[in-house]
């Protein structure tokens, strides 16, 4: 009986997965968009801001890590990009660049470590690796500003 459930729980947790990670990718795309200048520099700007982003996306479902670590993926880094819009230097978008591969290996390391712990519900997993990204995100901006970048008050 305990199987029976267990099986039920990770059936309903597919479909939840698959569609929590279209709606954070989709809202991805949306906050690209909103933060890109509407004018002729827009494509470029949202080709800036969006692809590493895909291209992060793109390597996860490379390594068939569950959807709800991509979803948890994908606030992190929106959050990031947010946050990042509201700087008014120019330069502090080289961080942005900087610290999208540090997103992209702290959700493979994730991934990789729940990727066989099918059980564990799919909104654990998204708060779990949401954390554990901005965690690594936030580690590394923290070394950037404290050696090659000068961030004053957003550090």
């Not at 942005?96 to 066989?116: D, R």
């Not at 949401?130 to 050696?147: A, D, K, N, R």
Request: charged share 10%.
């Amino acid at each position: 009986m305990v199987v029976s459930i267990q099986k039920e729980i990770v059936l309903n947790s597919k479909v939840n997965e698959k569609s929590t990670a279209i709606i954070f990718l989709v809202i991805s795309i949306i906050a690209a968009t909103i933060i890109s200048p509407k004018n002729i520099y827009f494509l470029g700007n949202f080709v800036y801001y969006w692809l590493p982003q895909a291209i992060v996306f793109i390597l996860l479902f490379i390594f068939k890590l569950r959807l709800a670590v991509i979803s948890g993926t994908a606030i992190a880094l929106t959050l990031s990009l947010i946050r990042y819009s509201l700087f008014k230097d120019s330069m502090a978008w080289l961080g942005y660049i900087f610290i999208i591969p540090v997103g992209f290996l702290s959700a493979l390391i994730y991934g990789l470590i729940t990727k066989s712990k099918i059980s564990t519900p799919y909104y654990n997993v998204i708060v779990a690796s949401t954390v554990c990204i901005l965690i690594g995100m936030g580690i590394v901006q923290i070394i950037l500003c404290s050696t090659v970048f000068y961030c004053g008050w957003y550090l």
